[in-house]
């Protein structure tokens, strides 16, 4: 295989992976794994992001120790504290071997797999509803040959802002969260990409959120203003009328200050966004704020998105 990893599973993330059984000699047990994931800045992965292997083979040599425990129910006891129903049930040896061999055959899923004082853990669930299999081995080889996508959880991002907004009693401050999820879809045969976007506050004691689909976040930002209450506004550098896009191409979370221009046109912003010392001047992000803030108008020209997504329904 492309790929080979020694005697490291720290640089691996195992939660929800699928593992199945390929083959058991009485020594060494090999393992199917999908949705396995590998961290970023390893010699295998020098990518920005963590990455799902899209199938990986993972061999325990000399797989040895291994013990079988079956999930039991908890009940909620009069003192308010959950306890487990029943005697604590622990195979062990053999027995354990057969009733890991006969989950892997089902396949199961991986809640978490873990470094032990004495050997490793694993919790998951499959024949069980829930389980715990404790085990060592001599050494452990994962392989594979190509990823499939970033790691499910580099699909959601989630940000933090120092906000301002704008009310009847003055200015208030929050903060304002964004999160948006790149999760692939598949649609009439071909990978189309989904982003949804969610921009949110809290003021006065209730959250507002809005919601979008734009790469550039806009749309949900206007989307969050329209929830707000009336008379309350955002207050930043996406919504003030100096806030300009860029004519060639633009980043999320960034627009140029253009306050102590005028700009008529979109061909007005070229020499301010293509002049390496003029963008890095004027770059800010949308949650900036100065004294100079004034709102977007109809009747002043802002290249930028945020006013046409606001009047949209």
């Known amino acids: 295989m492309k790929f080979c990893v020694k005697n490291d599973l720290s640089i691996f993330e195992f939660h929800d992976s699928k593992f199945s059984f390929v083959s058991y ?9 999908s949705m396995v994931n ?3 800045d390893t010699p295998q992965n020098t990518s920005d992001h963590d990455l799902e292997i899209t199938s990986a083979q993972i061999t325990f040599k000399n797989f040895h120790s291994p013990t079988y425990e079956p999930g039991r129910v908890w009940e909620m006891g009069e003192d308010g504290k959950s306890y487990p129903v029943g005697p604590q049930v622990i195979f062990r040896e053999k027995d354990a071997i057969d009733r890991i061999l006969e989950e892997l055959q089902n396949e199961i899923t991986v809640f978490y797999f873990e470094k032990e ?3 490793y853990s694993i919790g998951g669930c499959g024949i069980e509803p829930y389980f715990t299999m404790e085990f060592d081995f001599d050494h452990v080889i994962v392989c594979w040959d190509e990823y499939k996508e970033k790691a499910w959880y580099e699909l959601y ?4 802002y120092d906000a301002v907004l704008q009310t009847p009693n003055g200015d208030v401050a929050v903060k304002l969260w964004v999160g948006y999820d790149e999760e692939p879809l598949y649609d009439k045969e071909s990978l189309e990409q989904q982003l949804t976007v969610n921009v949110g506050c809290t003021f006065d004691d209730k959250d507002y959120w809005g919601h979008g689909s734009d790469y ?8 969050l203003q329209r929830q707000l209450p009336e008379g309350v506004f955002l207050k930043c550098c996406l919504t003030c009328k100096h806030g300009n896009l860029c004519p060639v191409g633009n980043d999320r979370n960034k627009v140029f200050c253009t306050k102590d221009v005028l700009i008529t046109q979109k061909s007005d912003l070229y020499f301010y966004t293509e002049d390496d010392g003029e963008r890095e001047k004027r770059s800010r992000q949308y949650c900036g704020l100065c004294e100079d803030y004034q709102p977007q108008t109809n009747d002043f020209y802002t290249y930028n998105d945020y006013l046409y997504e606001l009047k949209k329904s």
């Open 117 to 119: 004082d004495h050997g």
């Open 25 to 33: 000699d009485g020594t060494d047990l090999v393992v199917s794994a």
């Open 216 to 223: 550039l976040w806009i749309d949900a930002f206007a989307d």
């Open 157 to 160: 991002r989630q940000y933090r």
């Open 38 to 40: 590998i961290h970023k």
